[in-house]
C-alpha cells in the first residue's frame, strides 16, 4: 500500500536525462522503495537552484550536495546528523566500503551518505608513443623517471618523427587541478588542511613542496610542458592527447583512461596509434602514492525535512547493488532491456552512456561486470585507487572553511610565474602563502 506521504527530492546529476526519462525514474524509485516520491531535477545550473531554494525557505526531504556544500551546510546546522542511521544501517554494513565513508566524516559525525563511488584524476600516458621509444612504464615512480622520460618522447618525436616543436606534458594550471600526482613525491596534498591545534595551513607553500615546484620549472625550461597548460582548457588538452597525439602524458579522470581509448577505438587509432594507460604517479617519502579524490556527490536531509525516516530509505536504496544499476545502467524497458539474463542496451540507453548519477555504484556487491564492455583501460585505471600502496583522499577543504575558488586563484597566479620562470620557487611560494593569509585562507 502507498504511503500518502510525499517525500520531495531535489537531485542534481542524479535521475533522467530529460523530463520524460524523470518521469520514469521517479516511478522506479517508487517501486523499488514503496514511497510516494517527487524527484525534482533542475535541468541546468543545479548549485546555483539549490542556493536559491534553501534560501527561500523551500522544504525537501532529500537533497543532493557535493562534498564542500554538505560541510558549508553542516556547519550552519541546515542538515541532519546520519550518523546513528548510517551506524544502525545493515545496508550500509554490507554494501558501503569503511574507507569510503572515512573520506565524508565531519569532525567525526556523518551528514550524508553516498551517490556514487568517486574516481580520482591519475596520470594518463599513451603508452603506443612510449613503447615506440622503448619505456617501461612500470618503472615511473619519482620524478626523475617522469622527467627522463619525456626527454626521451621529445627527443623521438622532435628527431625521428620530425614533429617540432614537440611538447610531450599537458597540465592544467588555472586551477592547479591536476598536480596531486607529482605532489605525492613529497608526502603533500592539495588544499588547506587544520593542524592539531585548529590553525589551517596549505602544504603546496610549505618547503616540502618546493622540490616539485621545481620541476615543473624545469619541465617548462626545457619545453617538456605545453605553453598551453596556461591558457588552454581541458578540452584543449583532451584533444590533443588523443586525436592528435601532440601529448604523450596528462593527469585526468580514471574515467578518461577509458573515454582516450573509445574515442580511439571510434576513429580507427587503437590501440597502435592511441593506447592510454593510467598510472598512480609518484611515490611519497612513505612509499605510498597519494591521489585525490574528487569531492564526492552525496545526498543529505536537511534539519528542517518533513520524512527523514522515508528520506534514508532512498540513500539506502541507492547503496545496494540494485539502485546501483538504476543509478548507471538506467531504467529497464527503457534504457535496456534483459536478454537471455544479460542487459541489451537500446538506442537511448546507449546514448545515456550506462551514467544516471552514478557510472560507478558506491555498492562494493555491484559488479561493474553486469553493464557490459567498459571502454579499455578504465576498469584497471579504477582499480589503482584500490591498491594496497594507494591513498585516495579529498583535497583539504578545511572543513568546509576554505573558498576554494580563491584558493586556486592566488596558488595559480604566483606558482603559474614560478613554473613560467619569472620568480623563484622560493619567491611564488612566499607569495602564495602571504595572499593565502591575507585573505585568512590559511593562519
Request: charged letters at 25%.
Amino acid at each position: 500500500e502507498r504511503k500518502a506521504v510525499e517525500v520531495k527530492v531535489l537531485a542534481g546529476v542524479t535521475g533522467g536525462k530529460d523530463d520524460t526519462e524523470n518521469a520514469l525514474f521517479e516511478k522506479e524509485m517508487e517501486k523499488a522503495t514503496g514511497l510516494n516520491i517527487t524527484w525534482e531535477k533542475p535541468p541546468s545550473g543545479y548549485d546555483q537552484v539549490l542556493m536559491q531554494k534553501l534560501g527561500a525557505g523551500e522544504v525537501y526531504d532529500l537533497l543532493y550536495l557535493n562534498q564542500f556544500q554538505m560541510y558549508a551546510l553542516a556547519n550552519q546546522g541546515a542538515l541532519t546528523d546520519l550518523t546513528s542511521r548510517i551506524a544502525a544501517s545493515s545496508v550500509y554494513r554490507e554494501n558501503v566500503d569503511p574507507d569510503e565513508l572515512a573520506k565524508i566524516q565531519m569532525n567525526g559525525k556523518y551528514y550524508a551518505g553516498f551517490n556514487k563511488l568517486e574516481v580520482f584524476p591519475l596520470v594518463n600516458v599513451n603508452k603506443a608513443i612510449t613503447d615506440k621509444v622503448g619505456i617501461n612504464l612500470n618503472t615511473l615512480n619519482t620524478l626523475e623517471d617522469y622527467y627522463q622520460m619525456l626527454k626521451k618522447v621529445k627527443n623521438y618525436m622532435e628527431n625521428t618523427v620530425g614533429r617540432k616543436p614537440y611538447y610531450p606534458f599537458f597540465t592544467y594550471m588555472p586551477d592547479i587541478w591536476d598536480l596531486q600526482p607529482w605532489f605525492s613525491s613529497a608526502g603533500v596534498r592539495r588544499g588547506v588542511f587544520k593542524d592539531a591545534s585548529g590553525k589551517k595551513y596549505a602544504p603546496f607553500v610549505q618547503a616540502q613542496a618546493k622540490p616539485v615546484w621545481e620541476w615543473l620549472a624545469k619541465l617548462y625550461r626545457e619545453g617538456l610542458m605545453d605553453p598551453a597548460s596556461f591558457t588552454g582548457k581541458t578540452g584543449d588538452m583532451r584533444n590533443k592527447m588523443w586525436q592528435s597525439q601532440e601529448i604523450v602524458m596528462d593527469v585526468d579522470w580514471a574515467a578518461w583512461t577509458g573515454l582516450y581509448n573509445n574515442n580511439a577505438m571510434t576513429a580507427g587509432t587503437y590501440p597502435h596509434t592511441v593506447n592510454v594507460v593510467g598510472l598512480p604517479g609518484t611515490k611519497s617519502p612513505s612509499g605510498t602514492f597519494m591521489l585525490e579524490q574528487g569531492g564526492a556527490s552525496l545526498w543529505a536531509i536537511p534539519a528542517n525535512a518533513k520524512h527523514p525516516d522515508e528520506a534514508f530509505k532512498i540513500i539506502e536504496y541507492m547503496a545496494t547493488k540494485e539502485g546501483g544499476l538504476l543509478l548507471s545502467a538506467g531504467i529497464e524497458g527503457y534504457d535496456y532491456v534483459i536478454q537471455d539474463g544479460k542487459l541489451a542496451f537500446t538506442e537511448v540507453g546507449l546514448a545515456h552512456a550506462k551514467d544516471h548519477g552514478a557510472p560507478f555504484p558506491i555498492s562494493t556487491q555491484f559488479d561493474l561486470g553486469v553493464l557490459g564492455t567498459m571502454n579499455p583501460g578504465v576498469l584497471e585505471s579504477v582499480a589503482i585507487g584500490k591498491r594496497a600502496d594507494v591513498e585516495v583522499a579529498p583535497m583539504g577543504y578545511a572543513d568546509g572553511e576554505l573558498d576554494a575558488r580563491k584558493y586556486y586563484d592566488i596558488m595559480s597566479k604566483w606558482m603559474t610565474d614560478c613554473i613560467m620562470g619569472k620568480m623563484s620557487a622560493d619567491a611564488a611560494m612566499r607569495g602564495a602563502e602571504n595572499e593565502l593569509r591575507i585573505n585568512s585562507l590559511i593562519d
